[in-house]
């Protein structure tokens, strides 16, 4: 859980900090609402191999 919990609060600041509407998602669950809105999240589809990527190379660019 501690990688899900650092990634939580790396697109705390990468796709939040910018958000004009920020201050209205006050929970984790209407961020994760808001990312998933936006195609910020992975896909339900996706293999553990695109999860894993996706994830690397959003760590090497945070």
Request: glycine share 4%; hydrophobic share 30%.
């Amino acid at each position: 859980m501690r990688m899900e919990t650092d990634m939580m609060t790396v697109n705390l600041l990468r796709l939040c900090y910018h958000c004009d509407d920020a201050h209205l998602c006050e929970t984790e669950e209407q961020c994760r609402k808001c990312w998933a809105e936006q195609g910020l999240l992975p896909l339900e589809n996706e293999d553990e191999g695109q999860r894993e990527t996706k994830q690397f190379l959003q760590m090497m660019h945070a």
